[in-house]
């Protein structure tokens, strides 16, 4: 089937750039309340999943163990900026295991914020794996890999047993398949595994609810995903999608970007989740939309809503600050 346009790029009054894609909500018992094109079919989520990704800092023990507090946990599901904040946290919690930037497999990155990248360079720094956006979820594994005293060595590929451990989670989470048949490559070089939106959607919904899973990952879902909308600057960065939506509604909304297009985002309080992909992979759009879906779904006051709706529905502006066009949701998602 075909997605159907869910974002619009207007200029001079003329639509300039139109993104299908598909979106998901569904509740912890995995019921659809809602839904637009075909979330059955198999797609990556990318980063979108770290938060199950680090579900086994948790329940390994591993995060107690070494002291780790919401920040810890926000960063380990995190894809960050590469900000200094971000990258001394990254530091310290290999300090904690004894280790450093050379345990991480992650590969070398500048800063995805562009001020932070100049800043860098003008100290003739060079880039690191500790500025890659997943350093943190990297640092998890790894913190996780000495705790339970496995080699980390290799733990970014398929059958080392902390992708053993992760792809357990994720199927238990998510109730589907994660095997060596639906596996690619992420970009940080761990495994990636396509699965549909609607198993993505209910996985967050279970891990926000607890319902359905057992009582040790239960309040592992929880701590995490408590620590990601306590400290939503360590998941993403200043003015990062992920962040300025938690910091909308404190408490109340869990969101996720993943590369290419997809995002999940969770409504704890209600026991919903969404899901979404854009199409043709663009951020822009997929940020407008996880922004609309939340604002039609959200149980809060008028503000909220409007603050939601204000970044799924904004101005395209040129260099010289003029307004050119508008970014905003079609009739088929506003609706």
Not at 88 to 108: F, I, P, W
Not at 198 to 221: E, I, K, N, P
Request: proline letters at 4%; a negative charge; hydrophobic letters at 40%.
């Amino acid at each position: 089937m075909s997605n159907p346009v869910l974002v619009e790029v207007t200029r001079g009054g003329r639509v300039e750039s139109r993104h299908r894609g598909a979106a998901i909500v569904v509740d912890a018992a995995g019921d659809k309340v809602w839904a637009l094109g075909d979330t059955d079919a198999p797609i990556y989520p990318r980063s979108a999943v770290k938060a199950m990704q680090a579900m086994v800092l948790v329940e390994s023990g591993a995060a107690d163990s070494l002291g780790f507090g919401d920040r810890e946990l926000a960063l380990a599901c995190s894809s960050h900026s590469g900000e200094p904040a971000h990258v001394e946290l990254v530091s310290a919690m290999l300090a904690r295991v004894g280790k450093d930037e050379s345990t991480l497999e992650c590969g070398c990155q500048w800063p995805s914020r562009l001020k932070v990248s100049i800043a860098l360079a003008r100290t003739g720094e060079s880039a690191s794996q500790l500025h890659n956006n997943c350093s943190g979820k990297h640092t998890g594994f790894i913190c996780t890999a000495c705790h339970l005293g496995i080699d980390p060595t290799g733990y970014i590929r398929y059958g080392h047993e902390i992708q053993d451990m992760i792809r357990s989670v994720m199927a238990d989470v998510t109730g589907d398949h994660f095997g060596v048949d639906n596996c690619a490559t992420d970009g940080c070089s761990i495994p990636t595994y396509a699965v549909p939106l609607t198993s993505l959607a209910h996985g967050f919904a279970r891990m926000s609810t607890g319902f359905g899973l057992d009582a040790t990952r239960a309040a592992a879902a929880e701590r995490i995903m408590s620590a990601c909308m306590a400290e939503p600057y360590f998941v993403a960065g200043e003015g990062r999608a992920c962040t300025r939506l938690m910091q909308t509604a404190p408490g109340q909304i869990f969101a996720k970007t993943g590369a290419e297009g997809v995002f999940c985002a969770a409504l704890p309080q209600q026991g919903l989740a969404i899901a979404l992909k854009c199409d043709d992979g663009g951020a822009r759009a997929a940020d407008a939309m996880v922004a609309g879906v939340l604002a039609r779904f959200i149980d809060a006051d008028e503000d909220v809503k409007d603050a939601l709706m204000q970044q799924a529905n904004k101005p395209v502006k040129n260099w010289n600050g003029l307004e050119t066009g508008r970014l905003k949701l079609t009739e088929a998602l506003a609706s």
